[in-house]
């Protein structure tokens, strides 16, 4: 886990290093689009364009590489960066003037309370909707089912979200939810029924559309894991014995059937993380997913590197966890 994190962290590191437009330039041409030019040099007259040139003289651009520590090599700020990482001292933000914790903390309710609702939601909902189809496999809920949910499989979810919003948010149709946010206007002077109310009624059509990626998969992985067990011989031996088909089912074939199933359950970590940029544009949410797409714009560095290190920490965990997970279904399993 330890030489993955660091590869991960590395590579971003240099890459983002590597590309073009700094936040040193970013900066230059702000002050130049705020009249600043020639800062420290006296600032002259454009014969061109009549105005105040531009130019940022040297002793500015120093000061600027100095101040966000570009005045050394790349390879010493990476170690730089490992030796403050080490005191988890992500530094600070250049776009949002804070710390990097503070500001994916404060990122953290939207994205945290979709992502969980969604992870707990779909493995729910798919595993009992997958042992279902499996049970009545070929039957007429297993055939109209199938068609739905790959029908929904297609449907890109920014896409759903416009049309969520269109039919059923908009007005245009119907306007049953809230266009977008979390809260409305007057979320302060309603009752604790009423806020929470509210929240549901915000929260809804975001969550349909987080949760449309994985549902389909998990419900047909679900169904074809169980269909793959009953096959085996030790059911047959079950049947042979005269166990029901519930017990069959429920008891002994179910319990291997969840092992690919809980290759997923380790990423419950990531939730913390979980953030789509399209559809906190579309739902105006101020969440994980539009704060790094907006660090990536500005150039902002150490938030970067802050979310990127966090997201890997939580993927490699999830790793671990998943193949405890594995030994916990399926003693069988020695990864030694």
Not at 89 to 98: A, I, R
Not at 125 to 148: E, P, T, Y
Request: proline fraction near 3%.
């Amino acid at each position: 886990m330890i030489p993955t994190l660091l590869g991960v962290t590395l590579i971003v590191f240099f890459i983002i290093n590597l590309a073009p437009g700094s936040p040193i330039e970013q900066k230059i041409q702000q002050l130049k689009f705020s009249g600043m030019g020639n800062a420290g040099g006296g600032g002259g007259m454009d014969s061109r364009s009549g105005e105040r040139g531009s130019a940022i003289s040297s002793e500015v651009i120093e000061a600027l590489k100095k101040q966000y520590g570009f005045d050394k090599p790349v390879h010493i700020r990476y170690l730089l960066w490992l030796k403050n990482l080490s005191h988890l001292n992500f530094g600070d933000s250049f776009t949002y003037g804070d710390s990097v914790i503070s500001v994916i903390v404060s990122k953290f309710p939207v994205s945290l309370q979709f992502g969980v609702t969604s992870l707990l939601l779909s493995y729910v909902v798919c595993v009992l909707l997958g042992v279902f189809k499996a049970i009545r496999n070929g039957g007429q809920f297993d055939m109209i089912s199938s068609v739905l949910l790959f029908a929904l499989y297609s449907i890109p979810s920014f896409m759903l979200a416009i049309v969520l919003i269109q039919f059923v948010a908009g007005g245009n149709y119907l306007e049953w939810f809230p266009i977008g946010g979390l809260l409305s206007d007057n979320y302060d002077d309603l009752t604790w029924t009423g806020k929470l109310w509210d929240r549901l009624h915000h929260f809804i059509l975001p969550l349909v559309c987080y949760m449309i990626g994985s549902f389909t998969v998990l419900t047909m992985l679900m169904k074809n894991s169980l269909l793959d067990e009953i096959k085996k011989d030790y059911i047959r031996t079950a049947r042979a014995k005269g166990l029901s088909e519930k017990v069959v089912y429920l008891k002994h074939a179910l319990r291997n059937a969840l092992i690919p199933i809980v290759t997923g359950l380790g990423g419950f970590l990531s939730v913390f993380f979980a953030g789509s940029l399209l559809l906190e544009v579309i739902f105006r949410l101020d969440g994980i997913g539009l704060m790094s797409y907006q660090a990536v714009l500005e150039r902002d560095y150490n938030v970067i590197m802050g979310s990127v290190f966090m997201q890997s920490v939580l993927m490699l965990v999830g790793n671990l966890l998943s193949d405890i997970a594995y030994v916990m279904v399926d003693p069988r399993i020695d990864f030694s």
